[in-house]
């Protein structure tokens, strides 16, 4: 029997994925108060790590529990060496080989495991024996960290009252199988992937996390524990999409990538109306496009032959030699797609009256309590200074943009882009604003004219970026289409097609707000947080777009949003 083959992706000598996170952490200072640690951490957010990598390594909990004492950089790296190890299991013996597409070369199944949180704190709890057994013979560190040793002691007193109470998950299509490196049944399996090799093709017929979707669909208080990444969509299935194309990069026959569609899950044997598209066409691209980000190569769909009678148009990326070059590089476990800080610059601070009342135009008359909230606590310094960002299809902005509105709306184009938009609409887009256009010069002078940093500027060579700033200067009246009558198709071709896509995403917004108070009932002294929740929960879970009244265009994604359809057997 052959022996599987297994790799750790973010540790070891030759680490194919790297936190971001620790890698700017080496190029801090030596050492410092725990509250400077802990702000400079919180900071870099603006330099490229993903805040919910700063979330899920708790290293800012950990420092607040140290006061205000002297901390290394070497006590900071250690905590975040309990960020989760992932382990790359390819299956000697493939569990579900008959559930894809005919006509492969080669098939592969992939499972992607966390170390288990128990393994984690024990290997730390060795380091502190360590590190406490070492002062004896290193007595200059205690002139240095007088404090270590009582630090030292208290993380190992919180560490042992933690330890029986680790969950590990269990409960996935591969629980029967047995993990190499332990001798033991698989846990705490994050995601999967079925592979195929047809010729140069390198083919996913699937990406999943049982985990993510079981937890999505029993609720936290249903007894399957919480974990890294399962709980944004964006987290997992990035990370395993990176690592997918990357190694197909690393195979130099490949010459391109490819994936399936709802049609075609399961070799298309199950098919059914679930929303499995919005995954595979549309948050898959999404993901995939921001790997890709540099090489002038975007995800498209194309006629794919994936036997000799079987072809479809799917989503697929041309192995370029810029392309391979970007994915043979070490991956970020968690994307970098910050804003950078200075990129929606503006002439003058807006006043949070101001913030609101733009931000009603877009959300209705009644504004997110919580929304509000985050404002206020941003406008007196207690929050990140995140210009703008998107989180799980959840949009939130930050007072400190110096237009929050122009933010605002720069991150609803986001939205719609990857949630709202029909694939031939987000490609219309694109094709439009492409770096040379018309119309990307019309907004790059039209960002001059709004006197916008130079940083938004050279975003515009991103197609995506450029319709972005175009779409918020529009909600401004600063940039403006041409559809003079005589003219279908507007001054510069695409202007007119352009235009109607931009009213429909504002009107998808300004339904949102009718939607509100239809269901939620506006009255002035009822804004609470239950308002806070209802709202936000719509964004998330999709019904924003289930709620659009022009069906041609429009996608419906199924009920809680979109996860792949479970392996066969569930």
Same mark, same amino acid.
């Given at each position: 029997?052959?022996?599987?083959?297994?790799?750790?992706?973010?540790?070891?000598?030759?680490?194919?994925?790297?936190?971001?996170?620790?890698?700017?952490?080496?190029?801090?200072?030596?050492?410092?108060?725990?509250?400077q640690?802990?702000?400079?951490?919180?900071?870099l957010?603006?330099?490229?790590?993903?805040?919910?990598?700063?979330?899920?390594?708790?290293?800012?909990?950990?420092?607040?529990?140290?006061g205000?004492?002297?901390?290394?950089?070497?006590?900071?790296?250690?905590?975040?060496?309990?960020?989760?190890?992932?382990?790359?299991?390819?299956?000697?013996?493939?569990?579900? =080989?008959?559930?894809?597409?005919?006509?492969?070369?080669?098939?592969?199944?992939?499972?992607?495991?966390?170390? +288990?949180p128990?393994?984690?704190?024990?290997?730390r709890?060795?380091?502190?024996?360590?590190?406490?057994?070492?002062?004896?013979?290193?007595?200059?560190?205690?002139?240095?960290?007088?404090?270590?040793?009582?630090?030292?002691?208290?993380?190992?007193?919180?560490l042992?009252?933690?330890?029986?109470t680790?969950?590990?998950?269990?409960?996935?299509?591969?629980?029967?199988m047995v993990?190499?490196?332990?001798?033991?049944?698989?846990?705490?399996?994050?995601?999967?992937?079925?592979t195929?090799?047809?010729?140069?093709?390198?083919?996913?017929?699937?990406?999943? +996390?049982?985990?993510?979707?079981?937890?999505?669909?029993?609720?936290?208080?249903?007894?399957?524990?919480?974990?890294?990444?399962?709980?944004?969509?964006?987290?997992?299935?990035?990370?395993?999409?990176?690592?997918?194309?990357?190694?197909a990069a690393?195979?130099?026959?490949?010459?391109? *990538?490819?994936?399936?569609?709802?049609?075609?899950?399961?070799?298309?044997?199950?098919?059914r109306?679930?929303?499995?598209?919005?995954?595979?066409?549309?948050?898959?691209?999404?993901?995939?496009?921001?790997?890709?980000?540099?090489?002038?190569v975007?995800?498209?769909?194309?006629?794919?032959?994936?036997?000799?009678?079987?072809?479809?148009?799917?989503?697929? *990326?041309?192995?370029?030699?810029?392309?391979?070059?970007?994915?043979?590089?070490?991956?970020?476990?968690?994307?970098?797609?910050?804003?950078?800080?200075?990129?929606?610059?503006?002439?003058?601070?807006m006043?949070?009256?101001?913030?609101?009342?733009?931000?009603?135009?877009?959300?209705?008359?009644t504004?997110?309590?919580?929304?509000?909230?985050?404002?206020?606590?941003?406008?007196?310094?207690?929050?990140?200074?995140?210009?703008?960002?998107?989180?799980?299809?959840?949009?939130?902005?930050s007072?400190?943009?110096? +237009?929050?509105?122009?933010?605002?709306?720069?991150?609803?184009?986001?939205?719609?882009e990857?949630?709202?938009?029909? /694939?031939?609409?987000?490609?219309?887009?694109?094709?439009?604003?492409?770096?040379?256009?018309?119309?990307?010069?019309? *907004?790059?002078r039209?960002?001059? =004219?709004?006197?916008?940093?130079?940083?938004?500027?050279?975003?515009?060579?991103? /197609?995506?970026?450029?319709?972005?700033?175009?779409?918020?200067?529009?909600?401004?009246?600063?940039?403006?289409f041409?559809?003079?009558?005589?003219?279908?198709?507007?001054?510069?071709?695409?202007?007119?097609?352009?235009?109607?896509?931009?009213?429909k995403?504002?009107s998808?917004?300004?339904?949102?707000?009718?939607?509100f108070?239809?269901?939620?009932?506006?009255?002035?002294?009822?804004?609470?947080?239950?308002?806070?929740?209802?709202?936000?929960?719509?964004?998330?879970?999709?019904?924003l777009?289930?709620?659009? +009244?022009?069906s041609?265009?429009v996608?419906?994604?199924?009920?809680?949003?979109?996860?792949?359809?479970?392996?066969?057997?569930?």
């Amino acid at each position: 029997m052959s022996t599987p083959h297994y790799r750790y992706l973010n540790t070891g000598l030759d680490p194919r994925m790297a936190s971001q996170l620790a890698e700017k952490v080496r190029e801090m200072q030596k050492r410092a108060p725990a509250s400077q640690w802990a702000k400079a951490i919180r900071a870099l957010t603006q330099k490229g790590v993903k805040q919910r990598e700063i979330e899920e390594a708790g290293v800012v909990e950990w420092l607040e529990a140290q006061g205000n004492h002297p901390v290394t950089q070497e006590s900071v790296l250690g905590q975040l060496a309990l960020r989760p190890t992932i382990k790359e299991i390819d299956l000697s013996r493939p569990k579900y =080989a008959q559930y894809v597409v005919p006509g492969h070369e080669r098939y592969t199944e992939t499972l992607y495991c966390l170390n +288990s949180p128990r393994n984690n704190v024990e290997d730390r709890l060795e380091e502190i024996r360590f590190e406490l057994e070492d002062l004896d013979f290193n007595p200059e560190r205690l002139l240095r960290e007088p404090m270590l040793v009582h630090q030292l002691d208290e993380e190992r007193r919180k560490l042992m009252a933690d330890l029986d109470t680790l969950p590990d998950f269990n409960l996935h299509h591969y629980s029967d199988m047995v993990d190499p490196t332990t001798g033991s049944a698989i846990k705490n399996l994050f995601a999967h992937t079925r592979t195929t090799r047809r010729g140069g093709l390198f083919f996913i017929d699937e990406i999943q +996390s049982d985990w993510a979707q079981t937890r999505r669909r029993t609720g936290e208080h249903r007894g399957v524990p919480d974990g890294p990444f399962i709980n944004h969509t964006e987290s997992w299935a990035g990370l395993i999409l990176r690592r997918a194309m990357q190694r197909a990069a690393e195979d130099n026959s490949i010459t391109g *990538v490819a994936w399936i569609n709802a049609e075609l899950r399961n070799g298309g044997r199950f098919v059914r109306d679930d929303g499995l598209d919005e995954f595979y066409l549309r948050v898959l691209p999404s993901l995939a496009n921001k790997a890709l980000k540099g090489t002038g190569v975007t995800v498209k769909a194309m006629d794919v032959q994936l036997n000799a009678s079987t072809a479809r148009s799917l989503p697929y *990326v041309p192995m370029t030699p810029e392309v391979r070059a970007k994915l043979r590089a070490v991956q970020p476990v968690y994307s970098m797609d910050l804003v950078p800080r200075s990129a929606f610059s503006f002439s003058q601070d807006m006043s949070q009256s101001d913030m609101v009342r733009e931000a009603r135009e877009m959300l209705g008359s009644t504004m997110s309590v919580r929304l509000l909230n985050k404002v206020v606590r941003t406008a007196n310094g207690a929050e990140e200074e995140v210009a703008a960002r998107q989180l799980a299809n959840l949009i939130e902005i930050s007072v400190r943009a110096r +237009s929050a509105g122009r933010a605002f709306n720069h991150e609803a184009f986001h939205y719609a882009e990857s949630v709202l938009m029909s /694939p031939h609409e987000a490609e219309t887009v694109r094709a439009a604003f492409v770096d040379g256009s018309p119309l990307n010069d019309r *907004v790059r002078r039209a960002m001059v =004219a709004a006197r916008m940093a130079p940083e938004a500027i050279a975003q515009c060579s991103d /197609p995506v970026e450029a319709a972005a700033h175009a779409f918020s200067l529009w909600r401004e009246q600063r940039f403006h289409f041409d559809e003079r009558d005589g003219e279908p198709t507007g001054a510069t071709g695409l202007d007119r097609t352009v235009g109607r896509i931009f009213r429909k995403i504002e009107s998808a917004f300004q339904s949102l707000g009718q939607w509100f108070r239809r269901v939620v009932g506006e009255r002035s002294s009822d804004q609470n947080a239950r308002v806070s929740e209802r709202l936000f929960e719509a964004l998330r879970d999709g019904d924003l777009q289930r709620r659009q +009244s022009d069906s041609d265009d429009v996608y419906r994604g199924a009920p809680g949003g979109p996860q792949p359809a479970p392996t066969p057997g569930s």
